[in-house]
């Protein structure tokens, strides 16, 4: 035993509670949206718990976050809640590390390089301006099931070239596939995570007739699934069938999950809000915002980008990411043993006083250049994680964003119904609880 070790073994464990046998405190991990905050406040700023089966740290502030990314690979390893690994595949790009990641990271990003960006510009100012036309033709709506469409219409145009995809059997398996990504891997068939077993064994099924039947057709295409199957690595070697179904899958999750949720926030938020809501539209008519909409024209939008900067800060659609010690480590006095797992926090950190003065309040003001906190403090503001694993696509969803928001607000009006209950469900990402009420209009 190394003295270093000798010294590690000294320190304490973090303080906290583990909760019941085998389930821990899953069950208030996944349903109390305070569960950190309350933890936070009782114990400080590393806590331990057992979520999910694993003996767990959490592990919260910039600093916290610092460490953790900074040591990845050293001390710690990118890992998921097992419900959640299983669903991805053995094959996702979420759920390797090593030399593996790095190289699959790189044929992964040809889909998301600035120019493929580009390119994705026209097919969402079309789905978005038929969404707008549907729901101004409803008058009244329940928005957020809506919205869940229309990302996931983007995301199979562009990421498969299946047009409407919602609407087919792909959409509805990938609905309960996604009840289960955080659950618990009981695989009974009445169990959400069994269903969601099921659904990505169908979800893999019509992934892979839609692979087949490009490479037969030799018509690769130019969205992100003909990107990959013509992505080499540098030794020349290209995916295989299966990790390609695994990272279409993956795709799909990171192209309509998180960003269903970010929009739907910036809908609640702009609506309880309606100066922020003016100082955008007399932005976008200042700017003469006209189609055809591109990222170029977009750059313009600067207080826009800090209204969207400042949704993903209150309501980042990821609450946090996981980490697994490949070796004991010391932080902050306490004890971190090899085998456990530990949770960084995005929502947390960005309720940090020291960062964000009267943090609860929506205020796109603190992202102006002379407030930005970005400047202050390396990883206080990680909406889209950091380190080694960064989303992959955080330019493409900071564009479908944006494209989304300039066209909503420069041509419709929308108002919160009565009588509905607006707090947030947070799995498996942030919700209004009644799904989003709305009267929808055009200006």
């Not at 405190?25 to 109390?32: G, I, K, R, S, V």
């Not at 114990?43 to 990314?69: P, R, W």
């Not at 699959?104 to 100012?125: D, G, N």
């Not at 509805?172 to 996604?178: D, V």
């Amino acid at each position: 035993m190394t003295s270093q070790t000798k010294t590690l073994e000294k320190l304490p464990l973090p303080p906290g509670n583990s909760g019941l046998p085998f389930v821990g405190e899953t069950f208030a991990f996944l349903f109390d949206r305070d569960f950190s905050k309350k933890r936070l406040e009782r114990y400080g700023k590393i806590f331990k718990t057992n979520v999910f089966g694993s003996s767990t740290a959490i592990m919260v502030g910039a600093d916290a976050n610092q460490f953790l990314f900074k040591n990845e690979e050293q001390y710690v390893r990118s890992t998921w809640p097992k419900s959640t690994k299983i669903l991805l595949g053995p094959a996702s790009l979420a759920v390797r590390s090593g030399e593996f990641h790095t190289s699959r990271r790189k044929l992964l990003f040809q889909a998301f390089q600035p120019r493929a960006i580009a390119s994705y510009s026209p097919t969402i100012e079309r789905i978005t301006n038929d969404y707008l036309a549907r729901w101004e033709r409803q008058e009244t709506l329940t928005w957020y099931p809506e919205l869940r469409n229309y990302t996931f219409d983007i995301a199979g145009t562009l990421f498969m070239g299946v047009d409407n995809t919602s609407q087919t059997s792909l959409g509805h398996l990938f609905e309960t596939w996604c009840e289960g990504l955080f659950s618990i891997p009981i695989s009974l068939p009445w169990t959400k995570f069994g269903k969601a077993l099921q659904a990505r064994k169908g979800l893999l099924q019509g992934i892979e007739k839609i692979i087949r039947q490009r490479q037969q057709e030799n018509k690769l295409g130019n969205d992100a699934l003909g990107i990959l199957l013509q992505a080499r690595d540098e030794a020349g070697n290209q995916l295989t069938l299966e990790e390609l179904k695994d990272q279409v899958l993956l795709l799909l999750f990171a192209g309509h999950e998180t960003l269903t949720s970010a929009i739907a926030s910036f809908c609640l938020l702009t609506a309880q809000h309606p100066q922020i809501l003016e100082r955008i539209r007399a932005e976008l008519k200042a700017n003469k915002i006209a189609s055809p909409l591109t990222a170029e024209n977009l750059k313009s939008l600067t207080y826009l980008d800090r209204v969207l900067k400042e949704v993903l800060r209150l309501i980042p659609p990821v609450g946090g990411g996981f980490r697994e010690a490949i070796a004991p480590f010391e932080f902050n006095g306490y004890r971190i043993p090899q085998g456990w797992q530990i949770q960084y926090q995005i929502l947390q950190t960005h309720k940090e006083a020291d960062l964000y003065p009267d943090s609860e309040q929506f205020d796109p003001d603190r992202f102006s250049p002379e407030n930005s906190p970005e400047k202050q403090k390396n990883f206080g503001y990680i909406p889209f994680g950091g380190g080694l694993r960064e989303c992959l696509g955080k330019e493409f969803a900071k564009l479908e964003m944006r494209i989304f928001a300039a066209l909503l607000v420069r041509d419709y009006q929308w108002e919160l119904l009565p009588e509905q209950d607006l707090s947030l469900v947070a799995i498996p990402t942030p919700h209004p609880r009644d799904g989003l009420k709305v009267r929808f209009s055009r200006c």
